[in-house]
C-alpha cells in the first residue's frame, strides 16, 4: 500500500500535472471572462446594430412554457466558443514564434566536428582484423 501511495505522490506533484491544474483553473476563469464579455458587451452591441436580443430568441413549441428551445442561448455559446477559439490561436501562434527564435539561436550555434563516416570505421576495423591476422600467421 505505502508503494500504491510513493507512486501516486509522485504522479501529483510532477511539474507537468500540476501545469495542467493550474491551466485547467486558469481556463476556467478565462471561460467566465469570456461569457461575461459576451453577454454583457457583445450581445448588446449585437442588439443595438441589429435590434435583436439574444436573450429572448426562444421557440416555445406547445405556448405554455413547458417545451422551450433558447437557440438565442446557443447563439451566444457560438460566440463565446468562438472568441476562446480566436484567443487561443493568438496564444498558439505567438508560442509557436518564440519556440521558432529558440530554434533559430541554436541554428546559429556553431556545429559540432563531424565524426567518421560508415566508410571510415569500416575501414578502421578491417585494418584492425588484418593486423590481427598478422599477428596470428606470424
Given amino acids: 500500500m505505502k508503494k500504491f501511495w510513493d507512486e ?20 476556467g ?7 461575461s464579455l459576451t453577454d454583457n458587451l457583445i450581445s448588446p452591441i449585437l442588439g443595438i446594430l441589429g ?12 405556448g405554455d412554457g413547458q417545451l422551450v428551445f433558447k437557440y438565442g442561448a446557443f ?3 457560438v460566440i463565446n466558443f468562438l472568441i476562446m477559439a480566436f484567443v487561443l490561436f493568438m496564444i498558439v501562434k505567438g508560442m509557436n514564434k518564440l519556440m521558432a ?18 566508410e571510415e570505421l569500416l575501414a578502421g576495423i578491417l585494418e584492425e582484423l588484418k593486423k590481427q591476422n598478422e599477428g596470428k600467421s606470424a
Avoid at 9 to 25: H, P, R, S
Avoid at 29 to 35: D, E, K, R
Fill in 51 to 62: 435590434k435583436v436580443n439574444f436573450d429572448s430568441m426562444m421557440w416555445d413549441v406547445f
Fill in 8 to 27: 501516486f505522490k509522485a504522479f501529483a506533484l510532477k511539474g507537468n500535472m500540476m501545469d495542467m491544474a493550474i491551466g485547467v483553473i486558469i481556463g
Fill in 101 to 118: 527564435l529558440g530554434k533559430k539561436e541554436e541554428d546559429a550555434a556553431p556545429a559540432a566536428p563531424a565524426g567518421p563516416t560508415q
Fill in 29 to 35: 476563469a478565462f471561460s467566465t471572462l469570456v461569457t
Fill in 75 to 77: 447563439i451566444t455559446s
